[in-house]
């Protein structure tokens, strides 16, 4: 009898477990504790960020997703087009979630005005991310980013796998982000825990803080986060960086973060109320035992503001830190090694670069000031912008270029340093003014260990992939080193030959077929391996290399799953159709604007400022463009070109500032006429596809109003 009501409890606790599990279904709310029954939900999202397919809402609540998996945007095919909310947590307090995947989404979680949320071993990767249109060869104005402003949500357009918001005491554990364009991004969010993350191989930021203070960040892996690199061509990083911290974000503590390989390692920007008031910034951050290396542009960055740079390692970077406006702040204990420049600060006050090895460095130290400080900046009617009272003392510098490279600084104290084989010690002039060896105050290097239990080891297999020449830049995003790739390693080379490297996991590669070509040779079957090309001649380039792969499963770059030992293709494609444009270019003012008036035939009458004959549209102007004889900030581009197309589809891509029309044969294609409609500080780009075959006629127009403009038109040939 006994055994006989054992088995009854027990099959009675079967039953009750099975049906406190729950299924979910697109539009659902949960207000209260439960289980999700594990399988994959095809839930799309909404096409507004403000409703959700599922909502949790309430207070003490935990919802294990069970490894529960999310699929979003069902009918599309590319992650920029990407679209909605997995999941959105609004208001309470105590909610937690742990073990969901979601993918296919703009934003995969988001909340607002929650305290103590949970977020815990889940899965985020493969979510919105943009299409980039820089390549190997140039750097595509419009990839550029904008954090500059959040106080309505602004980064939201450019996706994120969780964003919150006002959410207090929030702990972030154990997540994993990758394929993505942004990780985590917080606003107005103070007292989180954020440990034991991997944030890594996405296209803008691993972390980004907006006005969230108090937060510790510790044991995370938030390696190549980056875009806008071409190793030996450009290192741009355009504003992409594992961790961001902008706009009043004070008291934060980074501490054995791993940060590689990302656009800037760290970049911290006091914010536009300071620029504006000359008031706050982003202060008294601590950035302890992270590693900063590998960055295209600098390792750290921090700006207008007070804080502790110590222990850290930076190598290979532009710059190691970027410090400019910096006051009151602590440079110590930190590696720098194979660094353009080391540190570069103008305009900082009262900074302290104390027990640091420089080593390798083109330069090691650079502080400086300009004449004179921008008309329309606040900050420099407010706060004081000289460069002055420095304290240098008891660093190692070994192997550097130039050690100190001084201008317009007064009152630096340089002393108890070490220096051995340096090739120059001393760049300065006479506008550095009292510089001595007398002994100063330091700052105390001992830090506290601020070291979790079960804080994992961000740094671990690093040395893998040492070194910027790692950073492999995708249309997609950073390559990740876990499909199978042709690297083209010579892009910019005008011989004739092309040299590949081939990467992938283990496995064996063939060639199937290469298009555009004379002939190739493969260097090996296995991974890493090598090919060689040699292009047919001609100033038309339509090449397609064709390679299989058999091996262990992988995941390929949208996330899929490719199963074991299954042939799988992958591809190398470059096309090249020159057309020869005749470019003209006329001087407006804001009588004859053509963007707000009808007068563009009325100018294309008058004498052209410029002429000139190219191939291929692909400029950028700085400060307006320039003649021989002056300069404009307000011009009309007129390019007309005719061209023989081989039959097919193509895509047809345009980036621009202020406005452009694209006509082909007579037609509109593209109409972005109105600057109006782009209020971001960003260059936009369009893509048409468009059937072509024979002889075309093309037309472009475009405008610029004031300040940046750009005009780049590029053709790929898609079939």
Known sequence: MNKKIGWLVFLLLICFSVQAQVMLHRGMTITRSATIKKGVYALNGFDSLTKSAIVIMGDNITVDFNHAVLRGSSTKKNPDEFYGVAVLIKGGKNITIKNLTARGYKVAVLARNVEGLKIENCDFSYNYRQRLNSTQEKEDISDWLSHHHNENDEWLRYGAAIYLKGCNGAVISGNKVTGGQNALLMTACVGAMIYNNDFSYNSGLGLGFYRSSYNKVLHNRLNFNVRGYSHGVYNRGQDSAGILVYEQSSGNLFFKNSVTHSGDGFFLWAGQSTMDTGQGGCNDNQLLFNDFSYSPTNGVEVTFSRNIIAHNRIYECDHGVWGGYSFHSAIADNQFRNNRVAIAIEHGQHNEI??????????????????????DWGYAKFRDTRSVDYTIGTNNFSRNGTVFDLQRTDSLAIFDNVYSENAKQYNKDSTVTNLDSVPQRVYDTAAFDYSLPNGMDAFKGNGKLAGRKNIRMTEWGPYDYGYPILWNSNPTDT???????????????????VKGAVDYQAAGDSFPGKLRITKKAGAKHD??????????????????????????????????????????????????????????????????IKVE???????AWWSGIKTKDSSYQQFLTIAEGKAEMDKGLYELSVTWDDAVRVYIDGKLVIDEWEPSKYTFDEAPNRRVGINLGGWHRFRIEHANLHGFATLSLKLAKKN
């Open 613 to 619: 004959s190219v191939d291929r549209l692909d400029y």
């Open 354 to 375: 104390t027990g640091n090895t420089f080593l390798e460095n083109k330069e090691a130290i650079k502080i400086w000031s300009r004449p004179q400080q921008p008309l």
């Open 495 to 513: 011989a004739g030959k092309m040299e590949f490297d081939v990467f992938g996991p283990r496995g064996k590669w063939k060639i199937v077929s």
């Open 543 to 608: 090449i397609v290399v064709t390679a299989e792969y058999r091996g262990p499963a992988f995941t390929d770059v949208f996330g899929n799953r490719v199963a074991a030992n299954r042939p799988y293709r992958f591809q190398f494609k470059k096309f090249f159709q020159p057309i020869p444009f005749t470019v003209k270019w006329f001087a407006f003012d804001s009588a004859s604007n053509p963007v707000k008036k009808e007068t563009l035939k009325n100018l294309e009458t008058q004498q052209p």
